[in-house]
Nanobody, 114 residues
Framework: QVRLVESGGGLVQAGGSLRLSCEAS???????MGWHRQAPGKQRELVAL???????KYSDSVKGRFTISRDNAKNAVYLQMNSLKPEDTGVYYCRFGTPGFYYWGQGTQVTVSS
């Protein structure tokens, strides 16, 4: 059965870096791999997406600071986060699938202190 396992979250000071990873098991369509985040009291928002053909989309708030990549052989997606800000704090969720149907990871907490 399909499972998405995330790792790499934690506590870091402003200006620091973290690297998130997510690996999927089972038979799923992985046309789209991506990351979303949700802060307390706010809706889940897009952080970054990477498509099978190589196209990448970033939220304006993370452009120039975050880098998304994928390893198709491992069915894995990664998010390198640099120059972290307190407003980056939230639960980060990976996403595998298609624009119309996808699976979510369980979420990993990222906390950035000032």
């Amino acid at each position: 059965q399909v499972r998405l396992v995330e790792s790499g979250g934690g506590l870091v000071q402003a200006g620091g870096s973290l690297r998130l990873s997510c690996e999927a098991s089972g038979s799923i369509s992985s046309i789209v791999m991506g990351w979303h985040r949700q802060a307390p009291g706010k809706q889940r928002e897009l952080v970054a997406l990477i498509i099978s053909g190589g196209n990448i989309k970033y939220s304006d708030s993370v452009k120039g600071r975050f880098t998304i990549s994928r390893d198709n052989a491992k069915n894995a997606v990664y998010l390198q986060m640099n120059s972290l800000k307190p407003e980056d704090t939230g639960v980060y969720y990976c996403r595998f699938g298609t624009p119309g149907f996808y699976y979510w990871g369980q979420g990993t907490q990222v906390t950035v202190s000032s």
